[in-house]
Protein backbone atom coordinates (compact mmCIF):
# COMPACT_ATOMS: atom_id res chain seq x y z
CA UNK A 1 0.00 0.00 0.00
CA UNK A 2 1.60 3.43 -0.89
CA UNK A 3 2.62 5.21 2.08
CA UNK A 4 3.55 9.06 2.84
CA UNK A 5 7.49 8.31 4.32
CA UNK A 6 9.53 11.02 5.97
CA UNK A 7 12.82 11.25 7.05
CA UNK A 8 14.76 11.11 9.41
CA UNK A 9 12.80 9.91 12.18
CA UNK A 10 14.70 12.07 14.79
CA UNK A 11 16.30 15.14 14.77
CA UNK A 12 18.33 16.95 17.42
CA UNK A 13 19.62 20.16 16.20
CA UNK A 14 20.98 23.19 18.33
CA UNK A 15 19.17 26.56 18.69
CA UNK A 16 19.76 28.66 15.40
CA UNK A 17 20.63 26.15 13.46
CA UNK A 18 18.86 25.25 10.13
CA UNK A 19 17.38 21.97 9.39
CA UNK A 20 15.86 20.59 6.85
CA UNK A 21 12.94 17.66 7.20
CA UNK A 22 12.49 15.82 3.98
CA UNK A 23 9.58 13.88 3.07
CA UNK A 24 8.47 11.51 -0.15
CA UNK A 25 4.43 12.06 -0.50
CA UNK A 26 2.34 9.10 -2.52
CA UNK A 27 3.10 9.27 -5.82
CA UNK A 28 -0.09 10.30 -7.43
CA UNK A 29 -1.17 12.44 -5.08
CA UNK A 30 -1.49 16.65 -6.30
CA UNK A 31 -1.45 18.30 -2.86
CA UNK A 32 1.05 18.44 -0.14
CA UNK A 33 1.03 19.39 3.43
CA UNK A 34 3.03 20.06 6.52
CA UNK A 35 1.59 19.73 9.73
CA UNK A 36 2.63 20.42 13.57
CA UNK A 37 2.15 18.69 17.07
CA UNK A 38 3.77 20.19 20.25
CA UNK A 39 3.49 17.22 22.56
CA UNK A 40 0.66 16.44 24.11
CA UNK A 41 -0.92 18.76 22.17
CA UNK A 42 -3.42 19.16 18.91
CA UNK A 43 -2.43 18.60 15.52
CA UNK A 44 -1.71 22.39 13.73
CA UNK A 45 -1.62 22.91 10.05
CA UNK A 46 1.42 24.45 8.41
CA UNK A 47 1.49 25.06 4.74
CA UNK A 48 -0.26 23.55 1.93
CA UNK A 49 1.13 23.24 -1.65
CA UNK A 50 0.03 22.35 -5.32
CA UNK A 51 1.20 22.98 -8.71
CA UNK A 52 4.42 23.68 -7.27
CA UNK A 53 3.50 26.78 -5.39
CA UNK A 54 2.28 27.57 -1.51
CA UNK A 55 -1.76 27.55 -1.66
CA UNK A 56 -2.21 28.37 1.82
CA UNK A 57 -0.17 28.65 5.39
CA UNK A 58 -1.07 29.44 8.62
CA UNK A 59 -0.01 32.47 11.09
CA UNK A 60 2.77 29.33 12.70
CA UNK A 61 4.50 29.55 9.29
CA UNK A 62 6.53 32.34 9.53
CA UNK A 63 9.61 33.61 7.45
CA UNK A 64 11.85 31.20 8.95
CA UNK A 65 9.62 28.59 7.34
CA UNK A 66 10.28 27.59 3.59
CA UNK A 67 8.94 24.70 1.45
CA UNK A 68 10.28 22.96 -1.66
CA UNK A 69 9.25 20.41 -3.96
CA UNK A 70 12.89 20.06 -5.64
CA UNK A 71 12.14 17.28 -7.78
CA UNK A 72 9.05 15.15 -8.44
CA UNK A 73 9.22 12.66 -5.81
CA UNK A 74 10.52 15.18 -2.63
CA UNK A 75 8.78 17.45 -0.34
CA UNK A 76 10.94 19.37 2.05
CA UNK A 77 10.40 21.61 5.26
CA UNK A 78 13.43 24.15 5.88
CA UNK A 79 13.52 25.74 9.27
CA UNK A 80 16.15 28.54 8.41
CA UNK A 81 17.09 29.61 12.26
CA UNK A 82 15.57 27.19 14.97
CA UNK A 83 13.94 27.76 18.30
CA UNK A 84 13.38 25.76 21.25
CA UNK A 85 9.52 26.37 20.67
CA UNK A 86 10.15 24.55 17.11
CA UNK A 87 10.52 21.46 19.05
CA UNK A 88 7.55 19.39 17.90
CA UNK A 89 6.39 16.11 15.33
CA UNK A 90 6.52 17.40 12.32
CA UNK A 91 4.19 15.50 9.73
CA UNK A 92 4.10 15.67 6.24
CA UNK A 93 0.98 14.69 4.09
CA UNK A 94 -0.50 14.78 0.90
CA UNK A 95 -3.76 14.01 -0.64
CA UNK A 96 -5.33 13.54 -4.23
CA UNK A 97 -7.55 16.40 -3.83
CA UNK A 98 -8.39 19.63 -1.91
CA UNK A 99 -11.32 18.61 -0.25
CA UNK A 100 -10.11 14.45 -0.35
CA UNK A 101 -8.45 12.66 2.82
CA UNK A 102 -4.88 13.54 3.47
CA UNK A 103 -2.55 10.48 4.36
CA UNK A 104 0.00 11.29 6.74
CA UNK A 105 3.46 10.07 7.48
CA UNK A 106 5.02 9.05 10.39
CA UNK A 107 6.36 11.88 11.57
CA UNK A 108 10.07 13.71 12.16
CA UNK A 109 10.50 14.28 15.84
CA UNK A 110 12.28 17.55 15.92
CA UNK A 111 14.37 18.21 19.13
CA UNK A 112 16.01 21.93 19.82
CA UNK A 113 18.38 21.90 22.19
CA UNK B 1 -13.48 30.73 11.35
CA UNK B 2 -13.64 26.71 12.03
CA UNK B 3 -13.29 24.93 15.81
CA UNK B 4 -13.68 21.50 16.55
CA UNK B 5 -14.12 20.77 19.71
CA UNK B 6 -13.55 17.00 21.65
CA UNK B 7 -15.00 17.52 24.89
CA UNK B 8 -13.74 14.26 26.24
CA UNK B 9 -9.54 14.33 27.15
CA UNK B 10 -9.30 10.63 28.40
CA UNK B 11 -11.57 7.88 28.18
CA UNK B 12 -10.58 4.66 29.76
CA UNK B 13 -12.72 1.47 29.62
CA UNK B 14 -12.63 -1.70 29.94
CA UNK B 15 -12.23 -4.82 27.01
CA UNK B 16 -15.09 -5.54 25.30
CA UNK B 17 -16.98 -2.18 26.32
CA UNK B 18 -18.49 0.49 23.69
CA UNK B 19 -17.47 3.49 23.67
CA UNK B 20 -18.61 6.45 21.84
CA UNK B 21 -15.93 9.54 21.23
CA UNK B 22 -17.79 13.12 20.66
CA UNK B 23 -16.61 15.77 18.49
CA UNK B 24 -18.12 19.13 17.82
CA UNK B 25 -17.59 21.53 15.63
CA UNK B 26 -18.27 24.91 13.98
CA UNK B 27 -18.11 26.15 10.72
CA UNK B 28 -19.85 28.73 8.35
CA UNK B 29 -19.64 26.99 5.32
CA UNK B 30 -22.57 24.88 3.84
CA UNK B 31 -20.32 22.56 2.50
CA UNK B 32 -17.66 20.97 4.56
CA UNK B 33 -15.83 17.96 5.14
CA UNK B 34 -15.21 15.77 8.34
CA UNK B 35 -12.42 13.36 9.24
CA UNK B 36 -11.69 10.78 12.17
CA UNK B 37 -7.54 10.33 12.74
CA UNK B 38 -6.41 7.78 14.78
CA UNK B 39 -2.75 8.16 16.70
CA UNK B 40 -1.43 5.05 18.44
CA UNK B 41 1.19 5.12 20.94
CA UNK B 42 3.84 4.88 17.65
CA UNK B 43 2.46 8.47 16.86
CA UNK B 44 1.72 8.04 13.45
CA UNK B 45 -2.03 9.37 12.19
CA UNK B 46 -3.83 6.86 10.15
CA UNK B 47 -7.14 8.05 8.68
CA UNK B 48 -9.71 6.51 9.56
CA UNK B 49 -13.20 8.09 8.11
CA UNK B 50 -14.13 11.30 5.50
CA UNK B 51 -17.43 12.61 5.74
CA UNK B 52 -18.94 15.07 3.55
CA UNK B 53 -21.30 17.63 4.94
CA UNK B 54 -24.32 16.74 2.25
CA UNK B 55 -24.41 12.98 3.20
CA UNK B 56 -26.18 12.43 6.54
CA UNK B 57 -26.11 8.82 6.18
CA UNK B 58 -24.06 7.35 8.86
CA UNK B 59 -21.36 4.38 8.49
CA UNK B 60 -20.45 1.64 9.43
CA UNK B 61 -17.10 -0.25 9.36
CA UNK B 62 -16.56 -3.43 11.37
CA UNK B 63 -16.45 -2.49 14.92
CA UNK B 64 -16.43 1.37 14.12
CA UNK B 65 -19.53 3.25 13.44
CA UNK B 66 -19.86 7.10 12.70
CA UNK B 67 -22.78 9.15 13.61
CA UNK B 68 -22.90 12.74 11.69
CA UNK B 69 -25.71 15.25 13.20
CA UNK B 70 -25.99 17.98 11.23
CA UNK B 71 -28.70 19.71 13.53
CA UNK B 72 -26.22 19.20 16.43
CA UNK B 73 -23.15 20.32 14.13
CA UNK B 74 -21.55 16.76 15.65
CA UNK B 75 -19.66 14.00 14.00
CA UNK B 76 -19.11 10.95 17.02
CA UNK B 77 -17.50 8.00 16.73
CA UNK B 78 -18.24 4.68 18.65
CA UNK B 79 -16.19 1.56 19.01
CA UNK B 80 -18.49 -1.64 19.56
CA UNK B 81 -16.36 -4.27 21.48
CA UNK B 82 -13.04 -2.17 22.27
CA UNK B 83 -9.91 -3.92 22.24
CA UNK B 84 -6.99 -3.40 23.45
CA UNK B 85 -5.57 -2.10 20.12
CA UNK B 86 -7.72 0.44 20.12
CA UNK B 87 -6.07 2.15 23.00
CA UNK B 88 -4.98 5.83 20.98
CA UNK B 89 -5.60 9.56 20.43
CA UNK B 90 -8.36 10.30 18.21
CA UNK B 91 -8.45 13.08 16.69
CA UNK B 92 -11.71 14.92 14.68
CA UNK B 93 -10.89 17.19 11.88
CA UNK B 94 -12.88 19.56 9.79
CA UNK B 95 -12.22 21.00 6.65
CA UNK B 96 -13.87 23.66 4.57
CA UNK B 97 -15.05 23.73 0.76
CA UNK B 98 -12.04 23.35 -1.99
CA UNK B 99 -12.54 26.89 -2.75
CA UNK B 100 -11.60 27.83 0.74
CA UNK B 101 -8.07 25.83 1.44
CA UNK B 102 -7.49 22.79 1.92
CA UNK B 103 -5.81 22.65 5.36
CA UNK B 104 -7.75 20.19 8.42
CA UNK B 105 -8.49 21.40 11.32
CA UNK B 106 -7.95 19.02 14.60
CA UNK B 107 -9.42 19.08 17.61
CA UNK B 108 -7.50 18.36 20.76
CA UNK B 109 -7.84 14.85 20.75
CA UNK B 110 -9.07 11.71 23.09
CA UNK B 111 -6.62 9.87 24.32
CA UNK B 112 -8.97 6.20 24.75
CA UNK B 113 -7.18 3.15 26.64
CA UNK B 114 -8.87 0.14 26.38
CA UNK B 115 -7.94 -2.06 29.52
CA UNK B 116 -7.51 -5.87 29.60
Known amino acids: EPEVTQTPSHQVTQMGQEVILRCVPI?????FYWYRQILGQKVEFLVS????????KSEIFDDQFSVERPDGSNFTLKIRSTKLEDSAMYFC???????????FGQGTRLTVV | AQKVTQAQTEISVVEKEDVTLDCVYE???????LFWYKQPPSGELVFLIR??????QNEISGRYSWNFQKSTSSFNFTITASQVVDSAVYFC?????????????FGEGTQLTVNP
Open chain 2, 27 to 33: TRDTTYY
Open chain 2, 93 to 105: ALRGPETSGSRLT
Open chain 1, 27 to 31: SNHLY
Open chain 1, 49 to 56: FYNNEISE
Open chain 2, 51 to 56: RNSFDE
Open chain 1, 93 to 103: ASSTGGYTEAF
